[in-house]
């Protein structure tokens, strides 16, 4: 007993060396540190109930290591779970997560989170309309449900609705809605957990790399992108990817790093080398637009980027390494990065005049086989996770290709490829919310097989809706919901045609530890929400409250 104490003293040792050398690089004072700012309830001194826990671990260590003491000193209801999981299905409106269940489930009932037991709405405005730190913390827009639902025509040919025009008026982008729902600040669009000072602030990340978890981000666009970013990353402009990329790399805060953003494949999967025509070359162009060329080859070339306290990276790219690292044939024993052959997005991005037709697929368009999809990535991310700290993990999934196919409602605003069309994807906007609910079922299987809810809280959300998808008569008729048309079959679906983001609330359900509290941050009830959506009784939060439950449960006894 006595050498597996020392272990444990020289074990805490480095863990706490390693932390520190992290929280230097973010100016954040450590959690165990006896003393410590107090303007902060993560960076102040060790709260009496942490110290009573912590005295009952080593009471139970002296006295035959007991393993259920602590158990039987915390009651269910005040314990904090083991695994926090945060997933995030970038710029779906209420009408996308309906339109994809349609079409894979046959109804809404058959998503993976229909019957969670916490069902919210969410509010997704940004501090101001700004672009940049304006040095002041008014808050100058709102959300505001009479004026959203407001069904009174209006002589426009888009937004045939006051509410339509309400909503499209100003919106989050998601580097404001990633920061809130990451830091459970407000702040301006482009901001990467920046505050309008255009000073950085601490995320529930660092909060957990605190406390000893493994964290990690998922995506299917390039990791570096704002959503991801904001679970890993500060910047004041999300569009500093380098910058960004290089802070996720380097800093030692990140155990797991999954998304698309390396060199060397087309948007359909293909070798660079390959392509003798344009369309076979598309994405090949800047092959260093997410990630700069010194650090991808330190990446390459197993070293160390910036002094990383965690080491150098384990670097994984092909469709079978994500396969066995989901199966658990890949070690632990240093931070890993994957990053899927392809350009990008995994599918959203692909050319049907490069893969060809598949009738089975919403879009019509042969997926690229490839690359892993979204579902293989997290559960390849949670196994490895688990076994890089007995803590527990702090995982960020994103399925980011979700907003870049609503960005098509508008010609013009399509991403990095292609022809403009006037046809908007909505067909890739269902398969994008359909990877991603396979990517929920992954983790509620993942969860129920691993401690079960009482130790593991799941947040299934968006950042924000994009372009409001509505029933193929909302342009005649205010709100109309999409047309179930049969489970395989496409659903009664429009956009409107702003080809951007929209101030409308969105769809949030939980269940696990520590759920009810997002419950207990209601911040009023929408009928309107409640009528249309008919998800919840209109019930909502803001982000921000997203953020601020997290951390509520991250500072609980474990």
Same mark, same amino acid.
């Given at each position: 007993m006595e050498a597996t104490m020392v272990a444990g003293t020289l074990e805490d040792s480095v863990r706490r060396l390693h932390e520190a050398e992290i929280l230097k690089r973010y100016n954040v004072?450590?959690?165990?540190?006896?003393?410590?700012?107090?303007?902060?309830? #993560?960076?102040?001194?060790?709260?009496?109930?942490?110290?009573?826990?912590?005295?009952?671990?080593?009471?139970?260590?002296l006295g035959g290591c007991q393993p259920n003491l602590r158990a039987e000193a915390v009651?269910?209801?005040?314990?904090?779970?083991?695994?926090?999981?945060? #997933?995030?299905?970038?710029?779906?409106?209420?009408?996308?997560?309906?339109?994809?269940?349609?079409?894979?489930?046959?109804?809404?009932?058959?998503?993976?989170?229909?019957?969670?037991?916490?069902?919210?709405?969410?509010?997704?405005?940004?501090?101001?309309?700004?672009?940049?730190?304006?040095?002041?913390?008014?808050?100058?827009?709102?959300?505001?449900?009479?004026?959203?639902?407001?069904?009174?025509?209006?002589?426009?040919?888009?937004?045939?609705?006051?509410?339509?025009?309400?909503?499209?008026?100003?919106?989050?982008?998601?580097a404001a809605a990633g920061t809130a729902l990451s830091s459970g600040i407000k702040t301006y669009n482009n901001a990467i957990n920046f505050n309008n000072d255009g000073q950085p602030v601490e995320f529930n990340t660092l909060r957990a790399k605190r406390l000893g978890m493994a964290t990690g981000v998922v995506t299917?666009?390039?990791?570096?992108?704002?959503?991801?970013?904001?679970?890993?990353?500060?910047?004041?402009?999300?569009?500093?990817?380098?910058?960004?990329?290089?802070? #996720?790399?380097?800093?030692?805060? #990140?155990?797991?790093?999954?998304?698309?953003?390396?060199?060397?494949?087309?948007?359909?999967?293909?070798?660079?080398?390959?392509?003798?025509?344009?369309?076979?070359?598309?994405?090949?162009?800047?092959?260093?637009?997410?990630?700069?060329?010194?650090?991808?080859?330190?990446?390459?070339?197993?070293?160390?980027?910036?002094?990383?306290p965690a080491g150098p990276w384990r670097l994984i790219r092909s469709k079978e390494a994500f396969a066995a690292l989901a199966q658990g044939r890949l070690p632990a024993d240093r931070p890993l990065i994957g990053v899927p052959r392809v350009a990008n997005t995994l599918q959203q991005a692909r050319q049907l005049q490069v893969l060809g037709k598949d009738a089975a697929t919403p879009s019509g368009v042969r997926k690229i086989d490839s690359v892993p999809d979204l579902a293989t990535m997290t559960r390849g991310a949670l196994q490895f996770l688990q076994q890089r700290s007995s803590k527990g993990l702090y995982l960020m999934v994103e399925g980011g290709a979700t907003d870049w196919a609503a960005h098509t409602s508008a010609c013009g605003t399509e991403w990095h490829y292609?022809?403009?069309?006037?046809?908007?994807?909505?067909?890739?906007?269902?398969e994008e919310t359909v990877e991603f609910n396979d990517a929920v079922a992954a983790v509620v299987d993942w969860i129920e097989r691993n401690g079960g809810w009482e130790r593991n809280l799941l947040i299934v959300t968006t950042d924000h809706d994009n372009s409001m998808p509505m029933g193929p008569d909302a342009h005649n008729v205010a709100f109309a919901p999409v047309r179930n048309n049969g489970r395989g079959r496409m659903p009664g679906i429009s956009f409107r045609p702003?080809?951007?983001?929209?101030?409308?609330?969105?769809?949030?359900?939980?269940?696990?530890?520590?759920?009810a509290l997002l419950?207990?941050?209601?911040?009023?009830?929408?009928?309107?929400?409640?009528?249309?959506?008919?998800?919840?009784?209109?019930?909502?939060?803001?982000?921000?409250?997203?953020?601020?439950?997290?951390?509520?449960?991250?500072?609980?006894?474990?």
């Open positions: 004072s450590p959690l165990w540190a006896a003393d410590g700012p107090t303007g902060h309830p #993560m960076t102040a001194r060790i709260p009496r109930r942490w110290l009573h826990s912590s005295l009952l671990l080593a009471l139970a260590a009651s269910t209801a005040e314990a904090g779970p083991l695994n926090v999981i945060v #997933m995030i299905n970038d710029g779906a409106g209420w009408g996308t997560w309906d339109a994809a269940a349609y079409w894979q489930y046959g109804s809404r009932e058959g998503a993976p989170y229909a019957d969670f037991p916490l069902r919210l709405a969410v509010t997704t405005f940004p501090l101001n309309a700004s672009s940049q730190p304006t040095g002041d913390n008014a808050q100058t827009l709102g959300y505001d449900p009479g004026k959203a639902w407001d069904d009174a025509p209006v002589p426009a040919q888009d937004l045939p609705f006051a509410g339509y025009q309400y909503l499209a008026a100003v919106a989050t982008d998601s299917s666009v390039p990791f570096a992108h704002a959503t991801p970013a904001a679970f890993a990353a500060q910047n004041e402009s999300r569009s500093n990817y380098h910058a960004i990329a290089h802070q #996720m790399l380097a800093q030692g805060h #990140m155990d797991l790093v999954m998304g698309t953003g390396g060199p060397g494949y087309s948007v359909d999967g293909r070798a660079c080398h390959e392509g003798t025509d344009a369309a076979k070359a598309e994405g090949c162009a800047n092959p260093w637009e997410w990630v700069s060329q010194q650090d991808w080859q330190l990446l390459e070339a197993g070293s160390t980027i910036g002094g990383n292609g022809q403009c069309s006037d046809q908007p994807q909505h067909g890739r906007l269902i702003t080809g951007s983001h929209s101030n409308a609330l969105v769809p949030l359900w939980a269940r696990g530890a520590g759920a419950g207990k941050r209601v911040r009023g009830v929408d009928a309107g929400y409640r009528q249309h959506v008919r998800w919840n009784d209109g019930s909502y939060i803001d982000n921000t409250d997203v953020a601020a439950a997290v951390q509520e449960v991250l500072q609980r006894p474990r």
